[in-house]
């Protein structure tokens, strides 16, 4: 059989040079922690030569940080959507306003709900929001529990998607501020305050009774947001500005 020579580390060679005691030790060398070193030298393998110092100064809360479009494609859970646009004031009820990305655009807007925070949203302000994004009855919400997770960052032109005429379908517009344009209303409001319009999409009475004012006829245009309720796709003006013969 060969013999095997296993290489001694240095650690190994001192410990073979004393017996274990101070006395085996070498003059000026002392017995400490199982090896003999000279005075004042630490033992091996024990001196901390590591200079690199951590300054990672991120503070990783688990928030991830999206954009209207990325919780519409999906991106669920506690999020933080950083510059999006405020497109609406408070419904009539206080509960909810709605935003989106910078631009607006298919697939940019969603609904803001409030779990009891006091807040008073305007139309164009920029805006970081944190808070659980969900689908709640098929509709793509943000609600927002804390009024701390609502920071203003400034202002901005709201982008305003128009439409000509209704598209196959209109997922993609959920929460999106669009024009309707050359839009029809085809009936009086029914007992929730809608009436049918010709774009395949109903008129709603969210911010204010539009009925007061305008009833069955043309329009060149009706704005808002989309809202997605009671399995159906629907137009909030937000003020009579909003709705144009």
Known sequence: MRAIIVPLSLGALATLACSGNTQDCDDGEVYQDGQCVKEGEEPFGDADTDT?????SDSDTGTASLTGRDVQMGELGTVTLEGVVVVSGLTA???SFWVQDEGGGEWSGLRVYLDGVETSPVPGQVVDLTGLAQEYYDETELLVADAADIEVRGSTALGVTPLSRAPSDWESYEGVLVELLDVEILSDPDGYGESVTSHNLTIDDAFFPYYDGFGPGLYDSIT???AYTYEAFKVEPRSASDISE
């Open 52 to 56: 690199d110092t951590d300054t990672d």
């Open 93 to 95: 009820d206080g509960t």
């Open 224 to 226: 808002g947001p989309i």
